[in-house]
């Protein structure tokens, strides 16, 4: 019986054993990883109270006046929870203790120093207490609360195996310094970069992209933005990861009117899915910005101009009341669509680009607004001009602008005033459509003879022919009407009273009075069916281009132009259609040179783009006084022209390009009086 029970016992130790080996295994492993300080903390002090088989335990980190603050615990009491009790006063004044001295502890239950503030165990445990850190730097203490009940050796024991597990998480805690000191390091490298980029340039643009694209590289967030505050509106000058911007876009307009409504409000905006706490205003322009952008949070931060520092108070350089009490510049936008980064993580790096920003845009705005900027940056970089290499370059190019300005006002040339028009028979006659009506035959086409009276298109009017048919119809029965009246006036067979003689003989004068009426209209209609039949007024020949094609079985109204006759032998003469802008010089011109040279004609040079190489004069011989709308050249004054030498077989409609001579004037202001003209127009007016 005895040795039954005996295996037993060795048999479970044994398991036991290795379950404390897997245990401390697994703290070994984690002690190599990289997980988070929650993760481990729990990790660490689960598997050591399962190996211990103890109580509970507590992991305690030092913070803030190195003092111990509770990063995770197993069973711990509610009086040890409580700081507000003697028994976690207590026991807080032994964990100093401790950690001053750098000892592990065994604390008997319910046992205190002779030193009141040296603290105590309150419970009825065995407290197992050892330091946890590295290198002798202490990060921490881990807590085993144990049954008081076990023998001293075995209480040694467990101080024994707690040390060697704080010996094994010394090797999480260094590597976590060395990953911490890391990240800082590439933290700093990151900002100092940031600094150095974001301060390069003074140009308002340029500065906005730079603090957009590596903010937001420094931050991780999703996308960051910036706006410039002017005339009291948020204007957005930039967005990461955008060369281009369009300012009109739904998303653009509506962080413009979020970021001004944030800026006006003076306060920070911090969103992150809720808006209860916002004013109206506020709530508005997030919720339409939102719905348009996806944006699960963001922050708006009104961009203040940095206050002059202290000398006499370093201490206070970097107080946010220093930092953001200035005029306002503008506003950072940050926003996170697919990450989620905490604002415990974010807000450092983001107080480091905001610092930076606001620096950065208000001396860009400030140099940008000194008067005359863009002049004195243009001659900064003109220094290079006057250096001893480039100077007699410089003094050579600059004398040949100077003289071509010299001969730009001194050299007089020809002021002429250009123009376009067409060549147009002097004699001609434009055919009319007399009536309403459909062609029904072309009898002439372009280029076709025709003499005078000779028919050129047939005409059929549908209304006018029903009404020759009613007319000729009622003219008829007029006629009928008449001869019986009349056989029964001489008709001596019959005997009638001298009243119905008399009645008959007024019916008969009424019926001759409408068998009048009814011929007249009949001729009438006669002839006007005759101008169905229109015929050229003169003789010459047809110049309107492809007429039968134009014409054959078309409706025309009254009035329409059917075609054009040129006279036969005419001669032409040439339309000008001034531009409105240079009629004026043409017409002041001509004042001036009747006052001194009355009677004198004024000369044009014209070529014919039918003979592009052949230059031919003529002589103005009227200027229209009103101005017509032309579709090709816009507003112009119609202007005839008298070839010097008769023109006889030239080509219709045949386009011409003019010069007008209008005197002389100064090299520049003959090319570029029209530009200044434009200038006077529309930017000094």
């Known amino acids: 019986m005895s040795v039954g029970s005996s295996q037993v016992s060795s048999e479970t130790i044994e398991k036991t054993k290795q379950q404390i080996r897997g245990l401390v295994g697994e703290i070994a492993q984690l002690s190599k990883s990289e997980i988070g300080p929650d993760q481990y903390y729990e990790a660490l002090l689960t598997r050591v109270v399962q190996a211990l088989a103890a109580v509970g335990g507590a992991v305690w980190i030092l913070?803030?006046?190195?003092?111990?603050?509770?990063?995770?615990?197993?069973?711990?009491?509610?009086?040890?929870?409580?700081?507000?009790s003697d028994e976690a006063g207590k026991h807080f004044r032994l964990l100093?203790?401790?950690?001053?001295?750098?000892?592990?502890?065994?604390?008997?239950?319910?046992?205190?120093?002779?030193?009141?503030?040296?603290?105590?165990?309150?419970?009825?445990?065995?407290?197992?207490?050892?330091?946890?850190?590295?290198?002798?730097?202490?990060?921490?203490?881990?807590?085993?609360?144990?049954?008081?009940?076990?023998?001293?050796?075995?209480?040694?024991?467990?101080?024994?195996?707690?040390?060697?597990?704080?010996?094994?998480?010394?090797?999480?805690?260094?590597?976590?310094?060395?990953?911490?000191?890391?990240?800082?390091?590439?933290?700093?490298?990151?900002?100092?970069?940031?600094?150095?980029?974001?301060?390069?340039?003074?140009?308002?643009?340029?500065?906005?992209?730079?603090?957009?694209?590596?903010?937001?590289?420094?931050?991780?967030?999703?996308?960051?933005s910036i706006a410039t505050l002017s005339g009291g509106k948020c204007v957005i000058q930039a967005v990461s990861g955008q060369d281009t911007m369009d300012n009109r876009s739904n998303v653009v307009t509506l962080l413009g009117t979020l970021a001004t409504r944030v800026v006006k409000s003076g306060e920070p905006l911090w969103y992150s899915?809720?808006?209860?706490?916002?004013?109206?205003?506020?709530?508005?322009?997030?919720?339409?910005?939102?719905?348009?952008?996806?944006?699960?949070?963001?922050?708006?931060?009104?961009?203040?101009?940095?206050?002059?520092?202290?000398?006499?108070?370093?201490?206070?350089l970097g107080t946010d009341e220093k930092a953001h009490s200035g005029e306002i510049v503008g506003a950072l936008i940050i926003e996170q669509i697919e990450s989620d980064i905490p604002r415990e993580i974010l807000s450092p790096r983001l107080d480091l680009v905001y610092e930076h920003s606001a620096r950065a845009l208000s001396n860009a705005i400030d140099h940008n607004s000194l008067f005359l900027m863009p002049v004195w940056r243009t001659i900064g970089k003109s220094r290079w001009l006057v250096q001893a290499r480039t100077l007699p370059k410089t003094v050579t190019i600059g004398s040949a602008i100077l003289l071509v300005l010299l001969a730009l006002i001194v050299i007089p040339w020809d002021f002429d005033m250009r123009a376009k028009g067409s060549l147009e028979p002097i004699q001609k006659r434009e055919i009319f459509g007399p009536m309403p009506g459909v062609v029904t035959e072309v009898?002439?086409?372009?280029?076709?003879?025709?003499?005078?009276?000779?028919?050129?298109?047939?005409?059929?009017?549908?209304?006018?022919?029903?009404?020759?048919e009613e007319v000729q119809g009622e003219l008829s029965t007029a006629r009928e009407e008449l001869l019986a009246i009349r056989s029964q006036l001489t008709d001596s067979s019959l005997q009638m009273t001298n009243i119905e003689r008399s009645k008959l003989q007024a019916q008969l004068n009424q019926a001759l009075l409408r068998v009048q009426n009814l011929e007249k209209q009949a001729k009438l209609l006669e002839e006007r069916q005759g101008q169905l039949i229109v015929k050229s007024?003169?003789?010459?020949?047809?110049?309107?281009?492809?007429?039968?094609?134009?014409?054959?079985?078309?409706?025309?109204?009254?009035?329409?132009?059917?075609?054009?006759?040129?006279?036969?032998?005419?001669?032409?003469?040439?339309?000008?259609?001034?531009?409105?802008?240079?009629?004026?010089?043409?017409?002041?011109?001509?004042?001036?040179?009747?006052?001194?040279?009355?009677?004198e004609p004024l000369k044009v040079d014209y070529i014919l783009m039918t003979e592009p190489g052949t230059t031919r004069t003529g002589t103005i011989t009227q200027i229209s006084p009103a101005t017509e709308a032309h579709e090709e050249h816009g507003n112009v004054v119609p202007i005839r022209i008298t070839p010097d030498e008769p023109i006889r077989s030239g080509r219709p409609g045949a386009t011409v390009t003019a010069d007008v001579h209008c005197g002389k004037a100064p090299l520049g202001w003959t090319l570029l009086h029209e530009a200044w003209e434009w200038l006077e127009a529309n930017l000094f007016f």
């Open 63 to 84: 913070g803030e006046g190195r003092k111990p603050q509770l990063a995770y615990q197993i069973n711990l009491s509610e009086e040890l929870l409580d700081p507000e």
């Open 96 to 224: 100093d203790a401790i950690t001053a001295s750098k000892s592990p502890q065994l604390v008997q239950p319910l046992a205190s120093a002779g030193d009141e503030r040296m603290g105590g165990n309150p419970t009825r445990q065995l407290l197992v207490i050892h330091p946890l850190g590295h290198d002798d730097q202490i990060e921490g203490l881990i807590e085993i609360f144990q049954r008081p009940n076990a023998q001293p050796a075995t209480q040694r024991g467990y101080l024994q195996f707690l040390k060697q597990m704080c010996e094994l998480a010394a090797e999480w805690f260094k590597n976590r310094k060395l990953r911490d000191l890391g990240d800082r390091h590439s933290l700093w490298a990151q900002s100092d970069q940031f600094a150095r980029v974001v301060h390069e340039s003074l140009d308002v643009r340029e500065t906005c992209y730079t603090i957009v694209n590596e903010g937001r590289r420094l931050m991780g967030c999703d996308r960051v």
């Open 273 to 316: 899915g809720s808006t209860d706490d916002l004013p109206p205003q506020i709530e508005t322009a997030i919720e339409q910005y939102v719905d348009q952008s996806y944006t699960k949070s963001l922050a708006v931060l009104p961009l203040r101009k940095p206050q002059p520092a202290e000398p006499a108070n370093p201490q206070n």
């Open 443 to 468: 009898l002439k086409d372009h280029g076709d003879e025709v003499a005078e009276g000779e028919p050129l298109v047939q005409l059929r009017n549908p209304d006018l022919e029903i009404r020759i």
């Open 537 to 599: 007024p003169i003789a010459g020949r047809v110049i309107t281009w492809d007429a039968r094609r134009l014409l054959q079985n078309r409706p025309v109204e009254t009035g329409q132009v059917l075609m054009t006759i040129a006279a036969k032998d005419t001669e032409y003469e040439i339309k000008l259609h001034m531009p409105e802008r240079r009629a004026r010089h043409v017409t002041r011109f001509l004042e001036e040179r009747e006052q001194d040279r009355p009677g």
